[in-house]
T-cell receptor
């Protein structure tokens, strides 16, 4: 039982490049989330999903897209990276009861 | 969305009890109060959740007064390893909204010293 895993752990992009962050969970959770965390700040919700095939916008969705084709995976895409998207990205999943389980994070730098 | 207010930082010594208070004046009837802990370079980790009165688990207690406009996380006998950022969140527990109302503030940086 690995919990929530994120791929990759680190990435450096140039402005305008695209990439996809992968989040996988093996707990059969319905809900999944993508957050970003900037230095000295709390987490801000980018997008979330309440089940396979569903996605919804969170607090800061602009510049990101997501997909939930399989229940265990939640992908976060950056179509044209900008320096403002330099951040640490956390994925989380939850069942219908209580807590969110977070992944280890992906540190992204856009130059 | 219910906004939360916490102290930016707190200092303590090993073996002491630490109480971190969170204000949430516009908490809604359906909202629960949840606390998370975050160490550097790690994702947040769930500590405790409650709706009213007192909740206790193996690591902490959560005190919620009758008006629910504030809550206090109590950490008994802290150690150096409790040095972390603690977030108070207020939101819907788990309906079809998927928890989209969960908002992380800047949290409270707890520093525990010898």
């Amino acid at each position: 039982n690995a919990g929530v895993t994120q791929t990759p752990k680190f990435r450096v992009l140039k402005t305008g490049q695209s990439m996809t962050l992968l989040c996988a969970q093996d707990m059969n959770h319905e809900y999944m989330y993508w957050y970003r965390q900037d230095p000295g700040m709390g987490l801000r919700l980018i997008h979330y999903s309440v089940g396979e095939g569903t996605t919804a916008k969170g607090e800061v969705p602009d510049g990101y897209n997501v997909s939930r084709l399989k229940k265990q995976n939640f992908l976060l895409g950056l179509e044209s990276a900008a320096p403002s998207q330099t951040s640490v990205y956390f994925c989380a999943s939850r069942d219908s009861v209580k807590e969110q389980y977070f992944g280890p994070g992906t540190r992204l730098t856009v130059t | 969305l219910a906004k939360t207010t916490q102290p930016i930082s707190m200092d303590s010594y090993e073996g002491q009890e630490v109480n971190i208070t969170c204000s949430h004046n516009n908490i809604a009837t359906n909202d629960y109060i949840t606390w998370y802990q975050q160490f550097p370079s790690q994702g947040p980790r769930f500590i405790i959740q409650g709706y009213k009165t007192k909740v206790t688990n193996e690591v902490a207690s959560l005190f919620i007064p009758a008006d629910r406009k504030s809550s206090t996380l109590s950490l008994p006998r802290v150690s150096l390893s409790d040095t972390a950022v603690y977030y108070c969140l207020v939101g819907d527990k788990g309906l079809t909204g998927g928890g989209n109302k969960l908002t992380f503030g800047t949290g409270t940086q707890l520093k525990v010293e010898l």
